[in-house]
């Protein structure tokens, strides 16, 4: 049950835990940047990310234009227009303010078989360096729902949302009713994410806390699917107070 390698850091506020994780990963882009040409960055959206990645855009000394962006996941039959868009999203809050000029985006309008294949072919041609996530109520990564696919090689999956998940997109905010949203999203699947060479995980907020405790305190099992952070050799979760309430020292 003990947490093998994954270092777990519990700052006293949501402002705290976000700047460090920003401080973090701005230590790493440009550790990477110092040492390779390009650099390929795996990152995270939703409401768990909005004060991190505040920081981390006003973080120096990282040249964006050297990065390479893909996006974790994205609503099947969504249109980058609409607000929960992940492409919307990510082009609102990383690829114009941190001005990334080379990046993948899921398209949700397209047939999602194809788009996983290419934009899967494309992450799959070289290591990610970096990957920012978070862990979802239901202790999802990415939208890789409980019971995760812990085998598969195919970079990136067409998966059905369960309803804990498509509650947790209502309770934010990203859709008025249970219905609106879909049912099912283009994900990155578990064995791509664990294979970047740094994953930095950020996790705040109370309504988080159990499925953190589950995924660092109990099996690591397709049913807590982001308790498989802790068999990655270089993984770092931030927790506030509040996310970290549950979880057992």
């Given at each position: ?12 506020s ?7 994780a ?28 909005f ?5 981390l ?13 893909f996006h974790?996941?994205e ?48 992450i ?31 970079p ?28 099912q ?24 806390a ?23 050799p ?16």
């Amino acid at each position: 049950m003990g947490r093998a390698h994954t270092m777990v850091k519990i700052l006293p506020s949501k402002v705290e835990m976000a700047q460090a994780a920003a401080r973090h990963a701005a230590d790493s882009l440009r550790r990477l940047l110092a040492a390779k040409e390009e650099v390929r960055l795996l990152a995270a959206t939703g409401a768990s990310q909005f004060e991190f990645l505040e920081c981390l855009r006003a973080e120096q000394g990282i040249e964006w234009r050297r990065v390479e962006l893909f996006h974790l996941d994205e609503y099947v039959g969504l249109p980058a227009t609409h607000p929960a868009s992940f492409a919307k999203y990510i082009t609102a809050r990383i690829i114009r303010p941190f001005g990334i000029v080379k990046y993948h985006l899921l398209d949700g309008t397209r047939d999602p078989h194809q788009v996983a294949s290419e934009v899967g072919h494309a992450i799959a041609s070289a290591p990610v360096d970096l990957a920012f996530c978070g862990i979802g109520e239901n202790g999802h990564l990415a939208f890789n729902d409980p019971p995760a696919d812990f085998e598969t090689d195919v970079p990136y999956l067409v998966v059905n949302l369960d309803d804990a998940c498509q509650r947790q997109q209502v309770g934010e905010g990203w859709f008025a009713t249970l219905e609106d949203v879909p049912k099912q999203a283009l994900s990155v699947s578990i064995r791509q994410l664990i294979k970047a060479n740094e994953i930095i995980c950020v996790v705040p907020d109370a309504r988080k806390a159990k499925a953190v405790q589950v995924c660092l305190n109990g099996p690591i099992s397709p049913e807590a699917p982001a308790s498989i952070l802790r068999v990655h050799p270089n993984a770092t979760i931030y927790l506030d107070p509040e996310s970290a309430k549950e979880v057992v020292p």
